[in-house]
């Protein structure tokens, strides 16, 4: 993928777009997520900054909305899940694409944008509040090694 991507000057987008065919099947959510978890250490390498992982959010949201929505849509949470649990991309990473204006997506159209976030909101609530908590220990801990 490499060598095409410098070949053909891919940008991010089309490099992650070719990495995520040549590695994911697409047929079913589950071998979409085991492909996702075989190969974390590659997919992490697209998310190395808040621009590409904005880029690869978007891009996960062109698979999901897309290629495979039947399969993919309904349970997009388990993706995104799969993607925070793997260490693949930083949970504020999903709370920024989570809170971007559905008219600012990076490549589906706002329709696909809203849809997508519907069925993503229940992890993202989870996650807002699983971030609360960690802050909420980290002043503990602070408050604590001040006494």
Not at 80 to 101: F, G, K, P
Request: aromatic content about 10%; charged content about 40%; overall charge negative.
């Amino acid at each position: 993928i490499r060598r095409i991507s410098m070949a053909r000057n891919f940008d991010q987008k089309k490099k992650l777009q070719l990495t995520i065919d040549a590695l994911c099947k697409l047929d079913t959510m589950e071998n979409l997520v085991d492909g996702f978890i075989k190969y974390k250490a590659i997919f992490s390498t697209f998310t190395q900054n808040k621009n590409d992982c904005h880029i690869f959010l978007g891009v996960v949201e062109e698979f999901v909305c897309r290629r495979n929505p039947d399969a993919f849509l309904g349970k997009v949470y388990k993706i995104l899940e799969c993607l925070y649990d793997s260490d693949i991309v930083e949970d504020e990473y999903m709370l920024e694409w989570a809170a971007l204006e559905t008219d600012k997506a990076l490549i589906v159209d706002q329709e696909e944008a809203v849809n997508i976030r519907e069925k993503a909101a229940p992890f993202i609530k989870w996650l807002k509040e699983n971030q609360d908590d960690d802050d909420d220990t980290d002043d503990d801990d602070e408050e604590e090694e001040e006494s």
